[in-house]
């Protein structure tokens, strides 16, 4: 097994481009047990980026990270997302320290805004820092963002990743988003990167993972993070599932896989908007 490959943040931090996404997590409390022994079969295995979010099942996916990281936190890159209803200057600090007490931490690696609400990206970026300054957050970023939001943040502010749907079905943001976000050195941190099971059955996605000895998702998960600028956070509620996802580190796709899936899976030929799931 290969060692987990690494993304330079713009601020020199070093995170693993494999990570752990908690979206749907904690909504089954019989299942909490399974999920809490996944991601601490990722954080073995070194998928130490773990993200998760406020508003996931209303809180209690921090919590539950929050236990399963219980003695691991040193060892863990820690992102979390506060809703844009929080994102005032008044409200930006109880929400990261409400996250916080879930989380069972006193500081949250990377902070992104969940997507763009009515505050003004300049209230929200200020509250970002002064929370920077203060020890809460190691650094912000942002989700959800487009090229149009990303030139509205204030002159000399520098999200540390942009958080987007991307996945081979769900490919506008190549055509200027990703571009853009390469020109200022900002990977992008791609959820849903298998889009949740649905694209596992389209043909071309199976056989090339037949031709490699893999499985669709992990040709998938291997798909987007092909340029090495592109962080994953895809959500594994068993431990098998966190094995078969690690092991798309392992695989490497030929030219004549990606000509494959270009035909099965069309690059865009034109500005669309970002999606959201």
Not at 42 to 54: N, P, Q
Not at 165 to 182: I, K, Q, V
Not at 223 to 247: F, S
Request: proline share 6%; with cysteine; hydrophobic share 40%.
């Amino acid at each position: 097994m290969s060692e987990v490959r690494t993304v330079a943040l713009p601020n020199g931090t070093l995170v693993p481009a494999l990570g752990q996404g908690t979206w749907r997590m904690a909504e089954d409390r019989g299942k909490r047990s399974t999920e809490i022994a996944a991601l601490r079969r990722g954080l073995e295995l070194g998928l130490t980026l773990v993200d998760t979010a406020e508003m996931y099942a209303e809180g209690a996916a921090e919590e539950l990270v929050g236990e399963a990281l219980r003695g691991h936190r040193d060892e863990v890159f820690l992102v979390s997302k506060v809703l844009p209803t929080h994102a005032g200057a008044r409200d930006v600090a109880r929400a990261c320290h409400d996250s916080m007490s879930r989380l069972e931490t006193e500081h949250i690696d990377l902070y992104l805004l969940h997507w763009r609400g009515a505050v003004p990206l300049e209230e929200t970026v200020d509250a970002f820092e002064r929370l920077q300054q203060a020890g809460s957050i190691g650094a912000w970023g942002v989700s959800n963002l487009d090229t149009d939001d990303l030139a509205q943040l204030p002159d000399g502010a520098l999200p540390q990743t942009d958080q987007v749907l991307y996945n081979l079905s769900r490919r506008g943001p190549e055509y200027d988003l990703l571009p853009r976000l390469r020109e200022l050195s900002v990977p992008t941190m791609a959820y849903a990167p298998v889009e949740q099971g649905r694209i596992l059955r389209e043909p071309a996605l199976r056989s090339v993972a037949d031709a490699h000895g893999a499985t669709p998702a992990q040709v998938a998960l291997a798909w987007v993070l092909r340029g090495g600028d592109t962080i994953a956070i895809p959500k594994a509620g068993t431990a098998a599932h966190v094995e078969e996802n690690r092991k798309a580190l392992d695989l490497r796709l030929t030219a004549d896989d990606l000509a494959a899936l270009d035909v099965a899976f069309p690059p865009p030929s034109r500005k669309q908007p970002l999606e959201m799931l």
